[in-house]
């Protein structure tokens, strides 16, 4: 499983862990919800601001763990600090994830849509995980799935950029201009800048009908030219 690296994560400890310790350490109802605060507070700030790439998946993970240790019976029992704590971690997971405008992979959905805990936020848990031009939920093979795949594919289905049927994606422009949208989605992190991952060519030639888009994105990326700004525009 995923562990967070955030520097207020002490032993690679998670933000459940660090909670749990609390409780079954006897922490004081009201130090217990300060401290909750705090160490919510600390774990957005450090995604929100750092260079990790994938961390819509460590908001995936936090939020599992979290709800996870909430659903064992007779571990939060009924005293309200310690529920309000695990509601509290929740909120300010969602929060962010509404903030950078995370996308849930559909698994993730369909374990925890009916949780308490998530009602308030069942709307911002499926906002952008659908194909909004069909309304149906599209799915990407696993090697793919992945919260910035499903954002700006998401984003491209619905600007008409790709049409979606049964599982299988056609590209509406050029070879070029396809390979180089997928050198965005898959070379590029948040701020623009290489994250160091291989260009997925095999998956990626299946899943769009295509042959050799490696090769196209390689040509593209040494010799780029203009004409290429609605695809930018996706990114901006």
């Known amino acids: 499983m995923l562990k967070c690296c955030a520097p207020n994560i002490v032993c690679g400890l998670d933000l459940n862990d660090i909670i749990r310790q609390k409780i079954m350490n006897k922490c004081k109802d009201l130090d217990l919800l300060t401290y909750t605060i705090e160490e919510t507070e600390?774990?957005?700030?450090?995604?929100?601001?750092?260079?990790?790439?994938?961390?819509?998946?460590?908001?995936?993970?936090?939020?599992?763990?979290?709800?996870?240790?909430?659903?064992?019976?007779?571990?939060?029992?009924?005293?309200?600090?310690?529920?309000?704590?695990?509601?509290?971690?929740?909120?300010?997971?969602?929060?962010?994830?509404?903030?950078?405008?995370?996308?849930?992979?559909?698994?993730?959905?369909?374990?925890?849509?009916?949780?308490?805990?998530?009602?308030?936020?069942?709307?911002?848990?499926?906002?952008?995980?659908?194909?909004?031009?069909?309304?149906?939920?599209?799915?990407?093979?696993?090697?793919l799935d992945t919260p910035r795949a499903r954002k700006y594919i998401g984003l491209a289905i619905e600007k008409g950029f790709i049409a979606s049927t049964d599982g299988k994606f056609k590209w509406g422009q050029t070879k070029a201009k396809l390979a180089y949208f997928l050198f965005m989605v898959f070379c590029k992190d948040d701020e623009g800048k290489d994250n160091g991952l291989k260009f997925p060519e095999s998956a990626l030639n299946k899943l769009f009908g295509e042959d050799r888009l490696g090769k196209a994105r390689t040509q593209l990326v040494n010799n780029k030219n203009q004409g290429y700004e609605d695809i930018d525009s996706l990114f901006d």
């Open 42 to 143: 600390r774990l957005e700030d450090y995604l929100y601001n750092s260079q990790v790439i994938d961390r819509g998946n460590i908001i995936e993970y936090e939020l599992g763990e979290l709800l996870a240790l909430s659903n064992l019976e007779g571990f939060l029992g009924h005293n309200p600090f310690i529920i309000a704590c695990y509601q509290l971690a929740v909120n300010g997971l969602m929060r962010l994830a509404k903030k950078m405008k995370i996308t849930f992979s559909n698994d993730f959905i369909d374990k925890w849509k009916n949780e308490p805990m998530l009602t308030a936020h069942i709307e911002d848990l499926y906002t952008a995980s659908t194909d909004t031009t069909k309304g149906k939920a599209f799915k990407l093979p696993v090697e």
